[in-house]
């Protein structure tokens, strides 16, 4: 190993509007290593990634590339500087091969004309490189290659554009277990070949397998940094470890959880194995897990729009089976989306016929639009003056309230139905701080007055902080239980399958 | 985020109502070819116009429910040629069919609607294309039908809706049966659109399919219905134009994009989410005030389509351009 470190990022800073997205953070990754980043979603690795890969700028702090200070304009500069960014989402296309992906943007040409054969023979060779030349044909379509294919085809374009860093984000969060075998070689071999290798993942296993060094950042901050990897407990504790604020409402106590509203057992589909669940009224149960833990298809399956193909649900005892929204909405469950703009927001209708929807949805078709048997323009006039939503006015286009003013009216546009059980799903994503109290206090309002609540959520305070009972899922099933004095240690152990370590 | 980073209206912008630019466009037009022909202001003139458009301004109004659902229904011209052609096919001169063949031809209208949205909710055939086969093959249909040339005569009885007036009638001396037709449809058609539990969801729908889908919304009824109702509203404006101009092979021909033109002129967005029953009616008046004065101007028909083309644009274009200004 070199003295100089192939990256050194010194003092990065960025904000964006409202958000402080980094503040001051180092970290480098030399020739032949693996640099694992850790973090909850949301802390800050993507926005240092994005820096190190040209496609944001540092408010402050530099960039060395091989001892070089480096300002990038434009991921192409970065890309050419060695530094390959293997995104989540792949960048290839689909409709052409994988040569031609490999080579996309400067193909070989021969008399003005690309050059076919080279191009294939240059990518038998990088593919060979690392011993999947059998597994993939250069003249292959990308749309025909499974996922971890897919993924070896994005690390063979590093490759051959001659990346002296490669950056994994999340990696493996499609890849099934014998292609996670795969990977986990393939950068053993990387390694091995010189090439500095940032691994972000928030998986322990991983870390421990694969990582030389480990780095954790936190709201913006490198909480912890090692340069061996130490046991997985203390990089959790580091990823997670902040004060729960005090603007959590008080739980409930135990007269207030009332009977169980909705039991599933054996519940499966798809995306989801062997759920057994109930939820009481009164209580509100936090769910969580890992992207890809089953969390959101639970919670699909509950409200019918994804709905289970085996097991059992009851509803108030008895038996029901939904399958359509509409079905669920008829039974009692409402659910609010986690991505409100795509999923929840009419964002050119008023606030008020954002409120009313599902009330006129389940009225006469050529009823008035003034009144039905749910509520009328008065009632939810009320309700959204109970919810507290400001807005100059609800008969201004939902698209002028901000993030918790629209999570607000969307509340109640079920409470005009009065459901036995409501779902948030991330009921706090891009809302503000003080939104966010109000939404907590509203959960807590809703369960004392005796609705079965279920909240997802990716944020582990928010989960401890607010819920009365915490259930941790895991690659499709229940992975736990947990009361309310659960840390956030636990649970994360609990989310990715490290339960040994902890008990 | 605190409530001074809203966007606050001004006072000013809270009390004046906001006038939709069509209704000062359609006054100034009018104006204008008064302006021009003085005649325009005896109510033989005016009323003659509102005759003239009552067809188109019914049909814009119906394909509007298509529209703000969040698509388009190119099949409505075809279906007024249908409604003509077969009309007189069957009326074989007898003054006595026209109480069963217009029922019948709601039928068929109601029936074409009914396959377009089945086509569109549950084929996914996007439904521009959806409606253009159905446009193409009720042209063949009429084709066949009519064996390619008119035969055959509306008779009175049925003519009466596009044709007759009434007359003797102070103040305004005159007026033409298809004005109260426009009338009552257009009350109709605006209480659908913005008195109903449908027509809040027409928009919804038409706003955010996939949120109106977990909001409890019955999507797929919702879209079909707004096809029915175009179908419907066409065989209408088929009826009071085949009254007014007679029998010919493609008198529909052209309306459907017409009756798109003067819902985006009335401010109603292509995509779907927003659109006025009064408004589109009053984008219908102002395309036709635009062909009038055209006309006065001693300009001809191609001069007509290229009009029209530039308008569609233009006012897609104003219509984006005013959204942005106003914040996004």
């Not at chain 2, 109502?17 to 466009?25: F, K």
Request: net charge neutral; proline share 4%.
């Amino acid at each position: 190993m070199s003295d100089v470190p192939t990256i050194e990022m010194r003092g990065i800073s960025k904000s964006f509007p409202a958000v402080k997205a980094l503040r001051g953070v180092s970290f480098t990754c030399s020739k032949g290593e693996v640099h694992a980043l850790c973090g909850e979603n949301g802390a800050g690795k993507s926005t240092l990634i994005k820096i190190l890969s040209g496609v944001y700028r540092p408010d402050s702090g530099e960039v060395l590339i091989d001892g070089q200070e480096q300002h990038f304009k434009h991921p192409q500069e970065a890309l050419l500087a060695g530094i390959s960014v293997i995104y989540q989402e792949f960048s290839l296309l689909p409709e052409r091969t994988v040569a031609q992906n490999l080579f996309l943007g400067r193909e070989p040409t021969k008399n003005g004309l690309i050059d076919n054969k080279a191009m294939v023979a240059e990518t038998q060779r990088v593919l060979g490189l690392f011993g999947v030349r059998h597994r993939i044909e250069p003249e292959t379509l990308v749309a025909d290659l499974d996922v971890a294919s897919q993924q070896m085809v994005e690390i063979a374009k590093a490759i051959s554009l001659n990346a002296k860093v490669i950056v994994m984000d999340e990696p493996t969060a499609a890849l099934n277990e014998a292609e996670c075998e795969v990977l986990f070689s393939l950068v053993d071999q990387l390694r091995a070949s010189g090439t500095a290798i940032v691994y972000i993942t928030h998986r322990m296993r991983e870390v421990t397998r694969l990582a030389n060094r480990v780095t954790v950042i936190k709201d913006g901050e490198v909480t912890a940094s090692f340069d061996h990897v130490p046991a997985p407990d203390v990089i959790v504790r580091a990823m997670v470890g902040r004060d729960i604020s005090e603007y959590y409402p008080e739980p409930a106590t135990a007269s207030e959880i009332g009977p169980v509203v909705l039991s599933v057992s054996g519940g499966g589909n798809a995306a989801l194995r062997d759920i057994n669940l109930e939820l009481r009224s009164g209580e509100i149960v936090g769910f969580a897990g890992l992207q890809g833990a089953g969390r959101t298809p639970l919670a699909m399956a509950l409200f019918g729009a994804a709905p289970f193909t085996s097991g059992t649900m009851t509803l108030d005892g008895k038996a029901v089976h939904l399958t359509s929204p509409r079905d669920a909405i008829r039974a009692g469950i409402g659910m609010l989306p986690g991505d409100r703009k795509a999923q929840a927001l009419f964002l050119m209708q008023s606030v008020r016929d954002n409120g009313m929807l599902t009330a006129r949805s389940f009225a006469g078709i050529f009823g008035g639009h003034r009144a039905n048997r749910f509520t009328d323009l008065n009632g939810m006039n009320a309700l959204l003056d109970q919810m507290k939503v400001r807005a100059p006015s609800y008969e201004q286009e939902m698209r002028f309230l901000s993030g918790g003013n629209q999570q607000k009216a969307i509340v109640a546009r079920w409470l005009a139905l009065r459901p036995k059980v409501l779902i948030f799903i991330e009921p706090t994503r891009g809302i503000d701080v003080d939104a966010k109290a109000s939404i907590y206090h509203l959960m807590r309002d809703l369960a004392r007055a005796g609705t079965a609540v279920m909240m997802v959520s990716s944020d582990l305070p928010e989960i401890l902080g607010a819920s009365d009972r915490i259930v941790v899922m895991r690659e499709g099933r229940i992975a736990g239980e947990f009361g309310r004095s659960a840390t956030e240690a636990e649970l994360m152990l609990a989310a990715t399958g490290e339960t040994g370590v902890a008990a | 985020m605190s409530a001074q980073s809203l966007p606050q209206p001004t006072a000013a912008t809270r009390r004046l109502p906001r006038i939709n630019p069509v209704y000062v466009l359609v006054v100034a037009l009018i104006l204008a070819i008064i302006v021009m022909n003085p005649a325009f202001g005896e109510p033989t003139g005016y009323m003659n116009f509102l005759k003239r458009v009552t067809a188109l301004a019914i049909l814009s109004a119906g394909a509007l429910y298509v529209i703000v659902s969040g698509g388009f229904d190119l099949s409505v011209g075809s279906i007024m040629t249908l409604t003509v052609i077969g009309s007189s096919m069957l009326a074989s001169n007898d003054p006595n069919s026209t109480y069963w063949i217009i029922p019948l031809m709601l039928g068929i209208g109601a029936v074409i609607g009914l396959i377009n949205g089945l086509v569109v909710s549950y084929l996914k055939v996007p439904s521009l294309i959806a409606t253009l086969g159905m446009m193409i093959t009720l042209n063949g249909v009429a084709f066949m039908w009519s064996g390619g040339a008119p035969r055959g005569y509306l008779p009175d009885t049925f003519r009466f809706f596009g044709r007759y007036n009434i007359t003797d009638i102070p103040v305004i001396s005159l007026l033409p049966i298809a004005v109260i037709c426009l009338v009552v449809f257009g009350v109709i058609l605006w209480w659908g659109m913005h008195r109903t539990n449908f027509g809040r969801m027409l928009h919804a729908v038409g706003d955010n399919q996939q949120a109106a889908r977990l909001a409890g919304v019955p999507v797929e009824r919702v879209r079909i219905s707004a096809f029915v109702v175009s179908a419907l509203t066409a065989v209408l404006a088929g009826v009071i134009l085949g009254g007014r101009a007679g029998v010919s092979v493609d008198i529909g021909s052209g309306f459907e994009l017409q009756a798109i033109t003067a819902a985006v002129i009335g401010g109603a967005q292509l995509l779907g989410g927003r659109g006025s029953v009064p408004a589109t009616i009053a984008g219908a008046l102002a395309l036709e005030a635009i062909f009038t004065l055209l006309n006065l101007l001693g300009l001809a028909q191609p001069v007509r389509l290229v009009v029209q083309g530039l308008i569609l644009i233009g006012a897609v274009a104003f219509a984006t351009y005013q959204r942005k200004r106003a914040g996004r």
